[in-house]
């Protein structure tokens, strides 16, 4: 990447679950990712020594002077939706986005970007808690109540603490490709990917047993069958339900749609082939479901807004690399 210096915010009040997510992903030392990974740095918005919730004591790397070098801003949350951000702060914030920096917000840091007015005529997920505060007090974002993390290209938002990791992981498959986030997520012990239009709660987050025991088989199914045809007929007699039973309950535990789950793990497995495989676009469709090419490019297009050939292109010699220096 062109700047892989990343600078999170520390403020006293310090989120830390959400700043220990910034750390975790960004801040690691991963020799395997080659020498062209993310450089971090932190960032105190105040002087001398920060604390943190849970009793923590924060040193930081510098002042706002940092974010005049940084490639990538996160504001790890905010120490509260009614506490007021420090125009000093604003100011950094706009100049480094102003000569290109981008800038990531998780749960409550939503506030910070708005106040910076970064966020003016753009769409911005945060903390269900905090939507219709956020709306309420700057009318001129368009807040989605109802999502995981947007990407609106230099600015990101996501919504709860754990968006968070979603996030960071969308940003690492942003910068470096599948292969790469997969192998954060899998020392994370998380999902390598949840689209960002995902539900942010569902009614029923943890089914009851016996739904349980029929849905996470059909998921092992699906993940081994994508090239399969599928239909709710089909998936809700895999599962002994009546099919408007299995929308109810398929609804209930993922938050989506089967056709719109099954369009995401296909897309999924899609870019993972396009990264670790020589297989042609066509065979690519065949294997994963699509059928033919024409129908993944539309999907791909419509999805990732960019075509599966200029995907291949920019993240496999960058994957090269990353297997070779291991």
Not at 226 to 252: I, K, N, Q
């Amino acid at each position: 990447m062109q700047n892989p210096l990343v600078v999170a915010l520390a403020y006293d009040g310090l989120c830390t679950f959400e700043f220990g997510v910034v750390v975790e992903v960004f801040g690691l030392p991963r020799p395997e990712m080659g020498e062209n990974w993310y450089r971090f740095a932190v960032a105190g918005i105040e002087a001398g020594e920060l604390r943190a919730m849970g009793g923590i004591r924060l040193a930081v790397d510098g002042d706002l002077s940092l974010l005049e070098q940084a490639g990538t801003i996160v504001v790890p949350g905010w120490r509260g939706a009614d506490e007021p951000v420090p125009e000093a702060l604003c100011k950094a914030l706009r100049k480094a986005h102003a000569r290109g920096a981008r800038v990531m917000s998780i749960c409550s840091g939503v506030f910070v970007l708005a106040a910076a007015g970064l966020l003016d005529g753009l769409q911005a997920s945060t903390h269900w808690r905090y939507t219709e505060k956020l709306q309420q007090r700057y009318p001129q974002i368009e807040v989605m109540p109802d999502v995981l993390y947007i990407d609106n290209g230099s600015v990101l938002t996501s919504a709860g603490s754990a968006a968070g990791i979603d996030l960071s992981l969308h940003l690492v498959r942003r910068d470096y490709g599948q292969f790469a986030a997969n192998s954060v997520a899998r020392r994370l012990v998380v999902p390598p990917h949840r689209v960002g239009g995902q539900a942010q709660f569902i009614e029923q987050p943890m089914p009851v047993a016996y739904e349980s025991q029929r849905l996470s088989p059909l998921f092992d199914y699906l993940q081994n069958h994508l090239a399969d045809e599928h239909t709710v007929e089909s998936l809700a007699t895999f599962t002994g339900m009546s099919p408007r039973t299995f929308l109810r309950r398929f609804a209930a535990t993922t938050g989506t749609t089967p056709s719109r789950w099954l369009l995401n793990m296909r897309l999924t497995r899609c870019r993972d082939l396009l990264e670790s495989s020589t297989l042609s676009i066509d065979e690519i469709a065949e294997r994963v479901g699509f059928g033919s090419a024409a129908t993944l490019r539309h999907h791909f297009r419509a999805k990732l807004s960019t075509t599966p050939a200029a995907y291949r292109k920019t993240f496999t010699s960058g994957n090269e690399k990353m297997i070779t220096s291991r």
